[in-house]
């Protein structure tokens, strides 16, 4: 079975309540009938009842199950758009500007509409930016309780069992913090840990990655990389981490065991956190690329309810499979 199928049997066994904003948006009308036919979920769509049913009938795909409420009309609207104005007045949102956004902006509807309880979590992104989706779910939803920075990670399902937890790994952060400090990025490394744990029953050994192994170069980039896993370990002791690590000491026994003596994780790392954006983002590409991994995510973490964003090139699979690590995300 592979990892995304583990995660819908899992999303099957206690269904969520996940909310689908873009709900006139084809693929994402016919992935919503494919979730409540397959009962990976319970699923709302946000838009017009009859553009909807428009949608469905063109791509001949029946919403029986499927859930639907318009913004622009539905009863909830007003009593959204007083929680928004109690959420967002100090930053100097109006009420007319919390109405305007309630009534006019799926993604805020949808933000509020989770934040008050009302569904268990969100995606969107097939026709709206990373950032477009993110931003409400940062201002509304906040973080969880004790976490400070929200995060991303993907899912890493290689082509060989010989690399990770057999060949599933978690690289962090490849989408959401373009430049982190270093408590961030400790704050990346639990979380994408967390994530491991949760979505796919990773033991993880995670490898704080840099171009230096224990100080065998010296640069305010490595020093970053240093002072995260201090913090790491300080914040989570339980946790099997090491740092910092080059690449080849993380996933190498003999390198790693050269380098890094000792180290339980040297070697073995299955959670590899990258020292930023650039190096998260390119690097979960050209090993999906080039060494042809299935890469799910990104995945955002640290969210007290979970968001998760779509590429705008995604299928209707690929929605379905999004929607389905929402739910387990929102069952943990
Ligand atoms: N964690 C927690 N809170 C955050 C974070 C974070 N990482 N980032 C922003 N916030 C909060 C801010 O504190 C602020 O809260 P407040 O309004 O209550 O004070 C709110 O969110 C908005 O903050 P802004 O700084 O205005 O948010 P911004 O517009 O910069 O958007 C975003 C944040 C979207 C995450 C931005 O950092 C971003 O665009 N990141 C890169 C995304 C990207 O392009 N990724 C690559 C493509 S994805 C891929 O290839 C798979």
Request: aromatic residues 4%; glycine residues 8%; charged residues 20%.
């Amino acid at each position: 079975m592979s990892v995304i199928e583990k995660i819908k049997a899992k999303a099957k066994q206690r269904p969520m309540h996940i909310l689908l904003p873009e709900g006139t948006e084809p693929r994402t009308v016919q992935a919503a009938a494919r979730i409540a036919a397959e009962g990976i979920a319970r699923v709302t769509l946000l838009g017009d009842a009859g553009e909807i049913a428009k949608v469905a009938q063109e791509k001949g795909v029946e919403l029986g199950g499927v859930e639907i409420q318009n913004p622009a009309t539905s009863e909830k609207s007003p009593a959204y758009a007083q929680l928004l104005f109690e959420l967002r007045k100090a930053k100097g949102m109006t009420e007319d500007q919390a109405r305007e956004l309630v009534t006019t902006n799926p993604l805020y509807y949808g933000a509020v509409m989770v934040k008050a309880g009302d569904a268990d979590g969100m995606v969107a992104g097939a026709i709206h930016s990373t950032g477009d989706v993110l931003r409400p779910a940062l201002q509304i939803i906040k973080t969880a309780p004790g976490i400070k920075v929200v995060s991303s990670c993907f899912i890493m399902e290689l082509a060989t069992a010989r690399y990770g937890q057999e060949g599933v790994m978690i690289f962090g952060d490849c989408a959401v913090i373009p430049n982190p400090t270093a408590e961030e990025l400790a704050a990346i490394a639990i979380a994408s840990a967390q994530t491991g744990k949760s979505l796919v029953d990773l033991d993880p050994k995670v490898a704080m990655l840099s171009f230096s192994t224990k100080g065998s170069a010296k640069d305010a980039l490595v020093t970053k990389v240093q002072e995260a896993t201090a913090l790491a370990h300080a914040q989570a002791p339980e946790l099997e981490l090491d740092g910092e690590l080059q690449a080849d000491a993380a996933l190498v026994e003999s390198v790693g065991q050269l380098k890094s003596p000792g180290s339980t994780v040297a070697g073995h790392a299955n959670v590899l956190i990258f020292p930023d954006l650039q190096a998260g983002n390119i690097g979960y590409k050209l090993v999906q690329r080039l060494a042809g991994a299935q890469a799910v995510g990104p995945i955002i973490q640290g969210l007290a309810k979970p968001v998760n964003d779509l590429s705008r090139g995604c299928s209707v699979e690929d929605i379905v499979s999004v929607v389905a690590i929402t739910a387990v995300k929102a069952q943990a």
